[in-house]
């Protein structure tokens, strides 16, 4: 019989990994819906078995095919990534929990088995991301992710939406190539691929030219994949075009795998040390993040299109997690990573809420939004809500990262960069009231006036997400604690 | 191109060599150069040889789409499969004590068929992992043909 505790890590990939074929091979609508929705459950309940056994024994290793590592692949669960894989999984299940209404709607019927097994492959892709302790299959699980997320994009109703999926294909294939790039440079120089044996082989000290052009590339390769400000053209498309569904699972969890990705190619094999010290990465993070915050934040205010306008403010949001990284300490570190979870959370709530809006409106542009408040309360309110957390309002989850990104920016003796966090919120208040505006003190557009409320089947999952913002913004065992556990485990390890 | 007699006939002959051919890097992947994605573009050449040679309409009644699509699904279900069934089956540890295996764990697969040899969970195992890459780029490639072929053209 399978001891089940043992097999948890792999588990958490292969039963997607599994299911996803079976949904092709089952075909049909409500069957290969039930299996999905199943199976994203028993993910999310296993990566918290996970977390929890991290918490209690330290981090968890399994070879995969028993070969001993660093020979072959292991995947390694520790504080970070066991945080990372909860709120993944969590937010991978949530959506699917809400997306039956939305996806019928949005999607072909004769479609519906694909884009199951499709939506099953991302969820192992960014999984497989972050769980894995081995360089190469980074590589590989961030194109199972891609590929399939490009597929999700271009089931998006608009002729558009293939033409956007092109443009993240292309963009994010250079990005990926980047990556592969750099890997390939490093396993020159090192002649291992596990990440582990890398950095106990990488002479970051010596390394020369070799060393500093596969840092670059694979720093810029996952910039692209994150979508940091000069690098973020494709994602405003995407996000925009994609089904409803699509845009609140990719917005909720794609870039931050990749946030995750580089912190652990900082942390795990390049050293903070050559990164800042050696390097000015510090420098160009906290300039890149604060250029991207600002000029993201104002391009946001200009959109007619709710979905672009949510699309700009999280190339902005990215930001705030690079600044984190870029503060170099174990409060900043925190920080940003706490704000990936308390993203995940904020943006995948907004966005299903928007989902909510294209279901009964048809359309998310602000003028058919007008005056929807009246007739779609409890959807306008949950916006409302959400759109206090990406402000940071005291109370929400967002006001939380905030604050730990405040105050370590000044321990950091940054004050400048404190002020332009605050001075960049209040750009979020302009687009967010601008929403909020539309939807409460406009005359109902034609369209709003007709809609209905939501189905219980959306609000409900809607309302969990929400209510999730809010609960971490009162008690942050679960999140800031857990993220200062990360990052402390982090600085180290690095050290070591 | 179904007018041309020499482009036809030829193509009938070589067709179930090109499929032989296929099939020997398939099997033979263990042991020398090739394996399962080699022998799969190789299998699929084959298909896509007979449809340009004889239409898109002769070739689907081969290999119907809906059939392909699955093939896809089937060959990585193959390939995982094995991984979990090497998950199911307890590997004999010292002294008869039944060990858990890991994921693709080709020694979870020795026992059962003992006959095959010391190393025949390892034969075994990639074996069919191999046959479920071969599968699917065989499927894989074929549908990429049928993406590019049936287009419409695109009218102005």
């Known amino acids: 019989m399978i001891d089940f505790v043992s097999q948890l890590p792999i588990l958490m990939i292969v039963l997607p990994l599994v299911t996803a074929p079976i949904c092709v091979l089952l075909g049909g609508r409500q069957l290969t819906y039930i299996l999905a929705l199943i199976v994203a459950w028993c993910v999310f309940a296993i990566s918290l078995a996970c977390l929890i056994q991290v918490n209690q024994s330290g981090p968890i290793h399994y070879e995969i095919g028993n070969w001993k590592p660093p020979y072959g692949i292991e995947y390694v669960v520790d504080a970070l990534s066991g945080f990372v894989l909860m709120f993944v999984s969590f937010l991978g299940a949530i959506v699917l929990t809400y997306g039956k209404a939305s996806i019928d709607k949005e999607i072909p019927h004769s479609k519906h088995y694909l884009f199951y097994a499709t939506y099953l492959l991302c969820m192992t892709g960014l999984m497989g991301m972050c769980i894995t302790g081995d360089l190469f299959n980074v590589f590989v699980f961030l194109e199972i992710s891609s590929l399939s997320s490009y597929a999700l994009i271009s089931l998006g109703k608009s002729r558009r939406a293939p033409l956007a999926a092109l443009q993240y294909l292309i963009l994010g294939t250079i990005g990926a190539t980047f990556l592969l790039i750099g890997i390939g440079l490093l396993y020159q120089m090192t002649g291992t691929l596990n990440m582990a044996d890398i950095a106990g082989r990488l002479d970051v000290e010596n390394g020369g030219r070799t060393l500093l052009v596969a840092f670059a590339f694979m720093t810029i390769g996952l910039f692209i994949k994150m979508a940091v400000f000069p690098l973020h053209t494709w994602l405003p498309n995407a996000y925009t075009y994609a089904p409803s569904v699509v845009t609140a699972f990719i917005a909720a969890t794609a870039t931050k795998i990749s946030v995750y990705a580089f912190i652990r190619l900082i942390y795990g094999i390049f050293t903070p040390d050559f990164a800042f010290n050696t390097q000015p990465l510090d420098s160009a993070l906290l300039a890149m993040s604060l250029i991207g915050i600002f000029i993201a934040s104002a391009a946001a205010i200009y959109q007619s299109d709710v979905k672009r306008l949510l699309a700009y403010s999280s190339i902005g949001q990215i930001g705030y997690m690079l600044l984190g990284i870029g503060l170099v300490s174990v409060g900043g570190l925190a920080g940003g990573i706490v704000h990936m979870f308390n993203h995940a959370l904020i943006k995948g709530g907004l966005f299903m809420a928007i989902g909510c809006f294209a279901l009964r409106i048809g359309s998310v542009k602000l003028d058919d939004l007008r005056g929807a408040g009246k007739t779609m309360p409890w959807t306008s309110l949950a916006f409302t809500i959400g759109g206090l957390g990406l402000i940071g309002v005291p109370l929400t989850a967002g006001f939380i990262s905030k604050w730990m990104l405040l105050t370590s920016s000044f321990e950091a003796g940054r004050p400048q960069v404190a002020a332009m966090m605050l001075v960049s919120s209040l750009l979020a208040v302009v687009y967010v009231w601008k929403v909020v505006e539309t939807l409460y003190f406009a005359d109902p557009s034609d369209a709003a006036a007709k809609a209905k409320e939501a189905p219980m089947s959306m609000l409900v999952p809607l309302y969990v997400v929400i209510a999730a913002t809010v609960v971490f913004g009162v008690w942050t065992d679960w999140s800031a604690g857990l993220a200062q556990q990360a990052a402390e485990f982090l600085f180290t390890g690095a050290k070591q | ?156």
């Open chain 2, 1 to 156: 191109m179904i007018s041309f007699p020499i482009i036809r006939v030829i193509t009938k002959i070589i067709i179930p060599y090109i499929l032989l051919f296929a099939l020997y890097v398939q099997f033979h992947g263990d042991f020398g150069p090739g394996g399962g994605f080699q022998a799969g573009v190789i299998f699929a050449s084959a298909f896509i040889l007979y449809g340009l040679v004889f239409g898109l309409p002769a070739i689907k009644r081969v290999a119907p789409v809906k059939v392909v699509e699955k093939l896809i699904a089937l060959g990585l279900l193959i390939y995982a499969g094995t991984g979990v069934a090497t998950m199911l089956i307890p590997k004999s540890g010292d002294g008869g004590t039944q060990l858990q295996c890991k994921f693709l764990d080709y020694e979870a697969l020795n026992h059962s068929i003992e006959w095959l040899g010391p190393l025949s969970g390892q034969h075994l195992g990639i074996f069919l992992v191999e046959l479920g890459v071969g599968i699917t780029v065989t499927a894989v490639m074929t549908m990429v043909f049928y993406a590019f072929a049936g287009r419409e053209p695109v009218k102005g």
